[in-house]
């Protein structure tokens, strides 16, 4: 059985149709769907049904789920393993963070670890969703949320205030005590980043405005459609912006630098980590300042 097919086997469940795998392996949906008539012969059994509405598992592929998913386990623990017990500074390092916490303070920092270490390539995903580290989707993660799974290492990095912030204009032409007159702009989904909007000043206003990052929700209230709950170490320094409550600190919430235990030994993920360590706590006072 060869591992490639397992992969895609296992990439096509996961996604959901073969344009969907073939986007995740880069690699064309005609190849997906090739390689999967290709591994259904070698073992004399059909693995899906295909539909009209797409690929529907048959029992034959059901039973092999469990036994793909315990290989592809393996051969990531092995993998892992390997890395580990890498101890020169070269190679790739794979980092997902979020899209303010990149941009902020990594992306700023960047050139002069790349100048120390010449041997070494960035691969920089900004992302909200939560790559998995166990299979190697990622080196290093940084997110902000809860206490992350204790199958990882996890060092709290610094805690975020936040606060609520209108345009000037907006505040000029709106009373914001009214629900009548003023809304609120709010996250799009629960992965979109960690703000409470129970904690708001407004809980009055009706939400007329729901955008899925940071960056556009602040270009939102940057362009009068309403009040956002914004980080405050981005939003003050947006000349536009007036903050319109007092900062307080996002409660149960942290910045979180997270790895797996199987890479501990890997000398340039443990270099690089320490990078991201120092890049935030140069703006640790800028992120938890509360007034």
């Known amino acids: 059985m060869d591992w490639n097919d397992v992969q895609i086997f296992l990439a096509l469940i996961r996604a959901g149709s073969v344009r969907g795998a073939g986007k995740k392996l880069a690699i064309s949906h005609a190849t997906v769907a090739r390689r999967i008539e290709a591994f259904e012969k070698r073992l ?80 920089m995903i900004e992302t909200y969703l939560t790559l998995d580290l166990s299979r190697r989707e990622a080196d290093i993660a ?20 936040i606060a609520e912030y209108a345009s000037k204009s907006y505040v000029e032409s709106h009373d914001l005590e009214d629900p009548m007159s003023a809304s609120l702009i709010s996250q799009l989904g ?45 939003a ?14 996002v409660e149960g919430h942290q910045i979180w630098l997270l790895r797996h235990p199987d890479t501990r030994a890997t000398s340039r993920l443990r270099v690089f980590s320490e990078f991201i360590v120092e890049s935030i706590n140069k703006h640790k006072y800028e992120l938890e300042c509360i007034e």
Not at 149 to 155: E, F, G, V, Y
Not at 209 to 232: N, Y
Request: hydrophobic fraction near 40%.
């Open 44 to 123: 004399g059994v059909s693995l899906f049904n295909r539909l009209k509405t797409g690929y529907e598992l048959t029992k034959a592929g059901e039973d092999l789920i469990g036994a793909a998913e315990n290989v592809e386990s393996e051969l990531h623990s092995i993998q892992r393993k390997l890395v580990g017990q890498d101890k020169k500074l070269a190679g790739t390092i794979r980092v997902t963070a979020t899209e303010l916490i990149s941009s902020h303070f990594l992306i700023p920092e960047l050139s002069s670890f790349m100048e120390m270490y010449p041997h070494t390539k960035v691969e």
């Open 142 to 161: 940084l997110r902000i949320g809860k206490k992350p799974p204790d199958n990882l290492i996890a060092r709290s990095l610094a805690a975020i205030s």
């Open 190 to 234: 629960m992965e979109s980043g960690p703000l409470d909007y129970n904690n708001t000043h407004f809980k009055k206003l009706p939400i007329r405005g729901s955008f899925s990052t940071f960056r556009l929700q602040m270009e939102a209230a940057k362009h009068d459609v309403g009040i956002a709950t914004l980080p405050c170490f981005v």
């Open 236 to 249: 003050e320094k947006e000349t536009n912006l007036v903050r319109v409550s007092d900062k307080r600190l």
